[in-house]
């Protein structure tokens, strides 16, 4: 094959596509790219073997495609990807301890992690006494949402 008036193996595309895809791969981190590369070396593979380049280019696409969908799943399972909570969403799940009383359809304070956040509850009925312990199950943008938390 020719690329500019100078002859390119398909060897070399498929070796360049495979590292680029790697490296593209190591910024994103993304689990999408890689199978992508991993499909470029099957190709390479093939042309390795004097594979027509139709069959190279269907190679390709197929393993890519097929990885793609039936394993990136699973590896972003594996490895947790992106599922761990940080700042605010961290909150969700922990105790607080209510500094100022939450009553129906108005505003308190809890205190968590020695921070205090407005919160309010999530029955908007419900009432919460000062120093009663609560469990915050959302963050609507800058107030907690909470609910009694049993067994005080």
Not at 47 to 63: H, K, N
């Amino acid at each position: 094959m020719t690329v500019f008036g100078l002859y390119v193996s398909m060897i070399i595309i498929w070796l360049v596509i495979a590292l680029v895809m790697l490296i593209i791969e190591a910024f994103t981190v993304g689990l999408a790219t890689i199978w992508f590369a991993a499909g470029a070396l099957v190709a390479l593979i093939a042309a390795l073997l004097d594979f027509s380049i139709p069959v190279q280019i269907v190679l390709f696409l197929a393993v890519s495609i097929c990885l793609l969908i039936f394993t990136r799943k699973i590896f972003v399972e594996k490895l947790k990807a992106g599922s761990e909570k940080t700042n605010v969403d961290a909150l969700v799940g922990e105790k607080a301890v209510v500094i100022a009383a939450i009553h129906p359809y108005e505003m308190g304070q809890v205190k968590v992690g020695g921070q205090v956040w407005s919160a309010i509850g999530k029955n908007p009925e419900e009432t919460f006494a000062e120093n009663q312990l609560v469990k915050i199950t959302a963050v609507e943008g800058v107030k907690l949402v909470v609910i009694p938390l049993k067994n005080n």
